[in-house]
């Protein structure tokens, strides 16, 4: 079992940053990959990061390369999603989401946290 619980979101203004946390309880993280969606209002979840369980491998939704960086740190337990030049079509929900294989789409991830908003204002 894996519990996830996010972090780090708020109001930013256009072209800020923000940096998200998902903590992970249980010894089953460090095997696990993990990955950020998110969720704008009356839109489909959609994916944004991937990583695998030793941060070695990294993937991203073609939009947001170059502004998006994930990260881990296996030993506190967390993956880190880096936004950068903030831009309002990125309000949403952000969800972590964490599985034992890399995976883009949302139905394919068993366990997710409860979400951190995030508002970007022009």
């Known amino acids: 079992q894996v519990q996830l619980v996010e972090s780090g979101g708020g109001m930013v203004q256009a072209g800020g940053s923000l940096r998200l946390s998902c903590a992970a309880s249980?010894?089953?993280?460090?095997?696990?990959?993990m990955a950020w969606f998110r969720q704008a209002p009356g839109k489909e979840r959609e994916f944004v990061a991937t990583?695998?369980?030793?941060?070695?491998?990294?993937y991203y939704a073609d939009s947001l390369k170059g502004r998006f960086t994930i990260s881990r740190d296996n030993a506190k337990n967390t993956v880190y999603l880096q936004m950068n030049s903030l831009e309002p079509e990125d309000t949403a929900v952000y969800y972590c989401?964490?599985?034992?294989?890399?995976?883009?789409?949302?139905?394919?991830?068993?366990?997710w946290g409860q979400g951190t908003q995030v508002t970007v204002s022009s």
């Open positions: 989401a964490a599985d034992p294989d890399l995976h883009r789409t949302p139905s394919a991830y068993d366990y």
């Open positions: 249980g010894r089953i993280f460090r095997s696990y990959a």
């Open positions: 990583t695998n369980w030793s941060g070695s491998t990294t």
